[in-house]
């Protein structure tokens, strides 16, 4: 493990614990040669499907990309970090559980925007007004008449 301050390789670890969720291994480490310290956490890794993306591509199924977006549609909402991670392990654990090889971006998308849906009616129309790139603001009217008629029922 490199240093993040001097790229040093050598370096002792500190302490070890559980993650909060049991998920991880959290390590505290000091570079030996510039005595600094960081945290390191240890995953079991999963074997995820690939994503196909809209326009054909195929790449590796990036968690990272799933947080950006749950954070950029719950910015300055009332929700807790918490309820986000929660959102974004479901959605991961959804595609592990997918059968087959690849998955479609279109169902990782409908995955985050049901979760978002059900925790917060704002952050799902943000997101969901980037996912669908409406072109308009009729087509945004039109989903946000369909989300409050099915809220409705």
Same mark, same amino acid.
């Given at each position: #493990?490199?240093?993040?301050?001097?790229?040093? @390789?050598?370096?002792?670890?500190?302490?070890?614990?559980?993650?909060?969720?049991? *998920?991880?291994?959290?390590?505290?480490?000091?570079?030996? @040669?510039? /005595?600094?310290?960081?945290?390191?956490?240890?995953? +079991?890794?999963?074997?995820?499907?690939? +994503?196909?993306? *809209?326009? /054909?591509?195929?790449?590796?199924?990036?968690?990272? *990309?799933?947080?950006? /977006?749950? #954070?950029? @549609?719950?910015?300055?909402?009332?929700?807790? #970090?918490?309820?986000m991670e929660k959102i974004i392990e479901n959605v991961e654990q959804a595609c592990q559980e997918f059968q087959g090889e690849e998955i479609p971006s279109t169902v990782i998308g409908e995955k985050v925007m049901n979760q978002l849906k059900a925790l917060d009616g704002v952050a799902y129309?943000?997101?969901?007004?980037?996912?669908?790139?409406?072109?308009?603001? /009729?087509?945004?009217? @039109?989903?946000?008449?369909? #989300?409050?008629?099915?809220?409705?029922?």
């Amino acid at each position: #493990m490199k240093c993040p301050f001097c790229a040093n @390789a050598e370096n002792k670890v500190i302490d070890s614990r559980i993650s909060k969720d049991g *998920k991880a291994i959290r390590r505290r480490r000091e570079c030996l @040669a510039c /005595g600094k310290r960081f945290t390191t956490y240890e995953f +079991v890794e999963d074997i995820l499907p690939m +994503v196909v993306k *809209k326009d /054909g591509r195929r790449e590796v199924f990036d968690r990272l *990309k799933i947080r950006n /977006g749950v #954070m950029k @549609a719950c910015e300055k909402r009332p929700i807790s #970090m918490d309820a986000m991670e929660k959102i974004i392990e479901n959605v991961e654990q959804a595609c592990q559980e997918f059968q087959g090889e690849e998955i479609p971006s279109t169902v990782i998308g409908e995955k985050v925007m049901n979760q978002l849906k059900a925790l917060d009616g704002v952050a799902y129309v943000r997101f969901a007004s980037v996912y669908r790139q409406f072109r308009d603001v /009729g087509e945004f009217i @039109a989903e946000l008449k369909d #989300m409050l008629s099915k809220d409705k029922k």
